[in-house]
């Protein structure tokens, strides 16, 4: 597993266009993360890729019109092993704040 | 206070657009509402498809964008062949289509669909207009987007009630990207052209392969210049055909699945390979991992996501070509390179040269190569997908680097009638010779209203095998001749078709090409054909069985190319 890391302006389709780059490939999505970061976005993706892989990725992240920076390290454990929604809500309160 | 359409309208004519291509429905119809007087002329096809298709056609014999228009839903749907295969063969392209009202998106409203997320994967850049106040930028950066880097396709999708609402307009803008840090920093100068150099030094069997970059970068001279000065055994994808002139003596046609098998033995013997403007896609290079199994790999391009695709090169030299080149080429002057006469004897020698012998007395061939020995010079030759296509592509002999246009990259059956449409248009004085297929020519027939309402002197020509000839050749040498459901042969008659529609037809039968030369009847009959100021159609009636050779089969390597036909295991 490896984290890549995308900054980009947060434009219409951006962040749907990064994530097109690795479904195309069948590539699973492990983990998504969108944040602001700055004056941009940032996407923080962890994908079970080959090296083959990594290089087509990044080139073409990078050929997408409103990318900016793409880079990949390990993965910040931390981050990636919150439970997702995050702990303090359960998925019952969910549904019942959805219904109230 | 404008509409929102005549916003639309006056930001494609700040961006030079003279002709838009489309098919008028219920969301788009503010947007032909306020075409009259608007400067901007609209060419109705019959079908979407042929509209984005003739579009294509205009921008890739021009250079410049072509502007398809469509309503929502299916109107929209029907572009997305056209914007795929713009995305493939790097044309700059915008589509403009109508939306339900803002109101009703996200409701399944009638004639709504999600165009903008069935694109998303197939464009360079698209947008949802949300307000009218956003139209100028939107338009502006959507035709920088086509046009820039390595061109494409652009949707913009505008709800009718953007298209009918009221506004001050203080005139069309212009879009500026901010720079990424990366390319900032590569403005410093090109430090490639050295190792280039040294990598020719030590190579001693060195080609060249040109793609369609050469034409799209405007680079043609340059790169003709350079190719005289390297003088290294040359061949050209599909795409770059007409970027070298055939008769120079180190070029060897086209490469690939169906190239030559100068070019291919070359290809595959090579120690290193100089790409300019190439995508090495699948037809190209054969099996990867046989591909130039000998050559290191230096690759001119201006698309990072175009690199290592295929195999890893050894230099990537990115950027324009129309830099590039000079730089590549000054750099070049200054040094000595090897004497590579030998390794050109060898690979441009007559024994590789031409096609089986056995080929060219084909009668289709016989009948493509006498149809183009009697093209005026100035001439644009549009093939359809299939069988025609590769003869057409093997035959073709000009200098013109936009002189033969095709569906290459996604190769869509029914691109070439609507195709030639764009072509037409864009260029009135030029002889415009229109290939297809009887399956491919079927896909877009009704654009032959398109041609009769217009005028246009298009040279129409069907390959008529009764068959899918490509797939029933695939069949044939790979499927134990089970030929399942490619056969054509209740084809309806086109000359009696192309009569319903007032143009001109006449049948050629193949029998007319077994004397050679072609007897003087039917010379002057082709003759009489393409200098006809009217449309006309030819129906060409070719053997079902006739192949298509050389030829690679799907997963081999270059080198291991079908001359003619194999028995099936």
């Known amino acids: 597993m490896q984290a890549f890391t995308i900054c980009y302006r947060n434009t219409q389709g951006t962040l749907m266009r990064i994530l097109n780059a690795a479904s195309r490939r069948a590539l699973d999505l492990s983990a998504v993360r969108a944040e602001p970061a700055a004056h941009d976005h940032e996407v923080t993706l962890v994908l079970d890729v080959n090296q083959k892989q990594v290089g087509q990725l990044y080139r073409e992240w990078l050929s997408i019109a409103d990318v900016i920076t793409a880079s990949s390290g390990a993965i910040r454990t931390a981050a990636w092993t919150a439970p997702h929604p995050p702990s303090g809500v359960g998925i019952e309160e969910s549904r019942a704040a959805a219904r109230a | ?569």
């Open chain 2, 1 to 569: 206070m404008l509409k929102g359409a005549d916003v639309v309208l006056k930001c494609l004519r700040a961006e030079g657009v003279e002709l838009v291509f489309g098919y008028p429905g219920g969301a788009i119809m503010p947007l032909y509402d306020a075409l009259e007087g608007s400067g901007v002329r609209h060419i109705l096809t019959r079908h979407e498809q042929g509209a984005v298709f003739a579009a294509e056609g205009y921008a890739r014999v021009t250079g410049q964008v072509g502007v398809a228009m469509a309503t929502s839903g299916p109107g929209a749907t029907n572009l997305v062949t056209g914007i795929a295969d713009a995305k493939m063969d790097s044309v700059p392209l915008v589509c403009i289509t109508g939306q339900v009202r803002s109101a009703l998106i996200g409701t399944d409203a009638f004639q709504e669909t999600d165009v903008f997320g069935v694109t998303l994967s197939l464009t360079k850049w698209s947008r949802l207009v949300r307000t009218m106040d956003e139209i100028p930028e939107v338009m502006a950066e959507g035709f920088y987007w086509a046009r820039s880097g390595r061109p494409g396709p652009v949707v913009i999708d505008i709800p009718t009630d953007m298209l009918k609402a009221k506004k001050e307009f203080s005139g069309p803008v212009k879009f500026t990207p901010q720079a990424r840090p990366a390319e900032a920093k590569a403005e410093g100068g090109f430090s490639f052209t050295n190792t280039i150099v040294t990598m020719l030094q030590q190579s001693s069997k060195p080609v060249a392969l040109v793609g369609a970059g050469a034409k799209l970068s405007g680079a043609i001279p340059e790169l003709r210049r350079l190719l005289d000065d390297l003088n290294v055994p040359t061949f050209a994808t599909v795409h770059g055909l007409g970027a070298v002139p055939p008769q120079s003596p180190y070029y060897l046609g086209m490469v690939g699945m169906h190239g030559t098998r100068a070019a291919n033995m070359a290809l595959h013997e090579t120690d290193l390979l100089l790409v300019f403007g190439a995508r090495l896609d699948d037809r190209v290079t054969g099996d990867p991992t046989r591909f130039a199994p000998y050559a290191k790999i230096v690759h001119f391009e201006i698309d990072p996501a175009q690199l290592d695709r295929v195999r890893p090169c050894d230099l990537p030299v990115m950027g324009n070509l129309a830099a590039t080149i000079p730089a590549f080429q000054a750099e070049l002057r200054r040094h000595s390179l090897p004497d590579f006469g030998a390794w050109r004897a060898v690979a441009c020698g007559d024994e590789r040269a031409e096609l089986d012998p056995r080929g060219l007395a084909q009668p289709t061939i016989r009948f493509l190569d006498e149809l183009f020995s009697h093209l005026p010079e100035d001439n644009v030759v549009i093939a359809d997908v299939g069988q025609h296509q590769m003869w057409a592509a093997q035959r073709y002999r000009s200098s013109s680097p936009r002189g033969f246009i095709t569906s290459g990259g996604l190769g869509a059956m029914g691109f070439a009638l609507p195709a030639a449409v764009g072509v037409q248009l864009a260029k009135p004085d030029t002889c415009v010779l229109c290939v297809s297929g009887d399956g491919g020519f079927q896909m877009n027939i009704q654009e032959l209203a398109t041609v009769r309402r217009l005028g246009l002197p298009i040279k129409m020509v069907i390959i008529d095998n009764k068959y899918l000839g490509m797939v029933r050749q695939w069949q044939q040498l790979f499927y134990q001749r089970n030929y399942a459901e490619t056969d054509l042969s209740d084809n309806p008659d086109f000359v009696e078709i192309a009569k319903a529609y007032k143009i001109h037809s006449f049948r050629l039968n193949e029998d007319a090409m077994r004397e050679f030369p072609v007897s003087r009847e039917t010379g002057d009959e082709i003759d009489r054909f393409l200098q006809s100021p009217e449309p006309e159609l030819l129906v060409f009636d070719c053997a079902p069985e006739a192949n298509v050779f050389p030829m690679v089969p799907a997963g081999a390597a270059l080198s291991e190319m079908l001359l003619e036909e194999e028995p099936s295991p």
